[in-house]
């Protein structure tokens, strides 16, 4: 066993890849200016947990668990606020990882307050999901296997009997089979999925749809922490950026068919389609709608699943991997044809779409149309390498070197040989 270095922080990493352990041994031991030293786990004083990886929530609850407890580090993409713990961004820059140690090493010795030191079992890691433009909190993960069934209503007891008014926040999943799957999604005219070499033609770009104007107007939502409303042709949409709903005046088959209808930005007089403004919630009208309101991220699944009809977002590439950031929530979204063993799939490793089919022997439409909603809402990403992720490079200052040719070497040689 080798001794413990005396000079050092010693640290211990946790849910990495080979290649991914070894650039961050790297990156710390390394660029960090040597302030800390990878060791086993018994001889470490600070835990460094990658919380991207697959088992973080295990690993995490495993180091909280331990006693004596000790400074746990957590790298993420996504900004995580989990309490007693020191979030890095990653790709992790050096001064972030070094500030992040420091405040490590102010835990252990005892320069913080004992409040700061006492580590609780942590609540399952929340996460913060991207749309293609936008921001949105995912729900906390499933705990109970959706039941099978349309749009049932789930008992549950408020506090404020106004809330009760919103039945289709508390709707349970709908759960499509392949019988229904055609009727539910539509027909894609001009491709035929059964045939693998018009596969590549089933993309589509949800830009030129009404979903791609709801994400957008999400995005503005979110980054101006203001009610919106989206102004169309068709139905108003409000935006609850605070709450995470969606407000519309409309059901299922109306959003199914507006979903479908392919939108110019602007008319032939040049006024514009789509517009957004600031809207009171409290304003006669919508305040007494409450039935109106639905959970974000339920909403837009559903919009992507009618919007692709089962192609796939034309931004991602058929033939590269794609993988999963967290497992949906399907207690509260529409679970498509074969969904669960999807996720299972890709949860396990980054997988492409055309691997996807081949593996578990399914038709295309299943894999696009999954693939679109997840993208929607931001849990689906196109698959990098981890180690590509998992730190910020240091560039080095390369000095300008000219080399000479094979010819002007020969030359000088020569030259050489004629003074001697």
Not at 5 to 22: A, C, E
Not at 143 to 166: G, R, Y
Not at 366 to 385: C, D, H, M, N, W
Request: glycine share 4%; charged share 25%; hydrophobic share 40%.
């Amino acid at each position: 066993m080798k001794g413990k270095p005396t000079n050092f922080l010693t640290v211990s990493l946790y849910g990495m890849d080979g290649r991914t352990y070894k650039t961050m041994t790297l990156f710390i031991q390394g660029a960090c200016k040597g302030v800390a030293q990878i060791v086993e786990e018994h001889e470490a004083e600070v835990d460094i947990i990658d919380a991207d990886a697959i088992d973080a929530r295990v690993i995490l609850n495993r180091c909280l668990a331990r006693k004596p407890l000790r400074p746990i580090i957590i790298l993420s993409l996504e900004k995580l606020k989990i309490e007693h713990t020191i979030f890095v961004e990653k790709p992790a820059k050096i001064e972030t990882m070094l500030a992040a140690l420091k405040e490590a090493q102010d835990c252990l010795t005892g320069t913080k307050k004992k409040s700061t030191q006492l580590i609780k079992p942590a609540e399952p890691i929340h996460t913060e999901v991207k749309f293609e433009q936008a921001k949105v909190t995912q729900l906390k993960p499933p705990v109970e296997k959706p039941a099978p069934i349309a749009l049932a209503t789930e008992t549950k007891v408020f506090s404020n009997p106004s809330e009760q008014k919103k039945t289709a926040k508390h709707k349970a999943a709908m759960m499509i089979n392949e019988h229904n799957f055609s009727s539910f999604i539509g027909i894609v005219p001009g491709v035929d999925f059964n045939d693998p070499e018009q596969w590549r033609n089933a993309s589509y770009n949800p830009k030129q749809y009404y979903q791609g104007y709801v994400q957008s107007s999400i995005q503005v939502a979110q980054e101006k922490g203001q009610v919106i409303k989206l102004n169309s042709g068709w139905k108003p949409l409000i935006i609850l950026p605070h709450s995470h709903e969606i407000w519309l005046d409309a059901d299922d088959k109306q959003l199914r068919a507006f979903a479908n209808v392919r939108i110019s930005p602007v008319t032939g007089s040049g006024v514009k389609v789509m517009t957004l403004s600031k809207v009171n919630p409290k304003e006669k009208g919508f305040s007494t709608q409450l039935d109106k309101i639905q959970e974000m991220n339920a909403f837009v699944w559903k919009l992507a699943c009618w919007t692709s009809k089962g192609c796939y977002p034309q931004s991602l590439i058929l033939a590269e991997p794609v993988y999963l950031k967290q497992w949906p929530n399907f207690t509260r979204l529409v679970i498509t044809p074969h969904a669960m063993r999807i996720a299972a799939l890709l949860i396990v490793g980054p997988r492409s779409m055309l691997d996807i089919i081949r593996v578990l022997q399914i038709k295309p439409q299943y894999v696009f149309v999954f693939v679109s909603a997840t993208y929607a809402i931001g849990i689906l990403e196109q698959a990098k390498r981890q180690a590509d992720n998992i730190t910020t490079p240091e560039v080095p200052t390369i000095k300008s070197i000219q080399k000479k040719s094979l010819f002007s070497r020969i030359l000088n040689k020569l030259r050489s040989s004629d003074k001697t």
